[in-house]
């Protein structure tokens, strides 16, 4: 069974501060997602990393897939309130389905 | 933006009523799943499909039961809801490019069994 562990489980920081979420596995990713979810509310896909070494940008957000394709970080610049939420990362492992990390659940204080 | 809808969002039941919770997709995705997540918790696979008459038991043990007979529908049945049904279940879609795979997902349903 492959799991996925994400770090830290709660950050909660400061408008206009930056930071930086993990998500690493024992396992190698066919393809990684990451997700915001809002209390009640599915999932939002946000990206989709393919390659090792790969950097995705979106607005603020910045994602980087691991060179040997087993972690991944989001970094978001100069927070805001806007931006809390659950963040999940999810790996496909090439069987047509996701597995899912525990969670960040990230509040930002205006 | 998916296009992936489920209803009811909420619904609040008693014990022993039979249940379907709907989820259509209009994207022509082949693959479709149903999560289920308790609040602030993960989520956890518990039926997948990959196609029409295809209907596969996820990673979570579930007494429900899926049916796929046309490619945008899959619905959930629950023949006697329980209290420990109670959670949040969430319908996804999937499409493959590549080697990229991604999955969306509708906005989910609130299930309470009293």
């Known amino acids: 069974t492959q799991l996925l562990e994400q770090s830290p489980q709660f950050l909660s920081i400061q408008e206009g501060e930056n930071l930086t979420v993990y998500c690493n596995s024992s396992?190698?990713?066919?393809?990684l997602q990451w997700y915001r979810q809002e209390p009640g509310e599915g999932p939002v896909l946000l990206v989709t990393?393919?390659?090792?070494?790969e950097v995705k940008k979106l607005k603020r957000l910045t994602f980087q897939f691991g060179d040997a394709r087993k972690d991944s970080s989001l970094h978001i610049t100069a927070a805001q309130p806007g931006d809390t939420g659950l963040y999940l990362c999810?790996?496909?492992?090439?069987?047509?389905?996701?597995?899912f990390g525990t969670g960040t659940r990230l509040t930002i204080i205006p | 933006e998916a296009d992936i809808y489920q209803t009811p969002r909420y619904l609040v039941i008693g014990t022993g009523k039979k249940i379907t919770l709907e989820c259509s997709q209009t994207?022509?995705?082949?693959?479709m799943y149903w999560y289920q997540q308790d609040p602030g918790m993960e989520l956890h696979l518990i039926h997948y499909?990959?196609?029409?008459?295809?209907?596969e038991k996820g990673d979570l043990s579930s007494e429900s039961t899926v049916s796929r007979i046309r490619t945008e529908h899959f619905p959930l049945t629950l023949e006697s809801a329980r209290p420990s049904h109670t959670s949040q279940y969430l319908c996804?879609?999937?499409?493959?490019?590549?080697?990229?795979?991604?999955?969306?997902f509708g906005p989910g349903t609130r299930l309470t069994v009293t």
């Open positions: 996804a879609s999937s499409k493959t490019s590549g080697s990229s795979f991604s999955q969306y």
């Open positions: 396992s190698v990713f066919s393809s």
């Open positions: 990393v393919v390659t090792g070494g």
């Open positions: 999810a790996g496909n492992f090439g069987n047509e389905k996701l597995t």
């Open positions: 994207m022509g995705h082949d693959k």
């Open positions: 499909s990959y196609g029409v008459n295809s209907t």
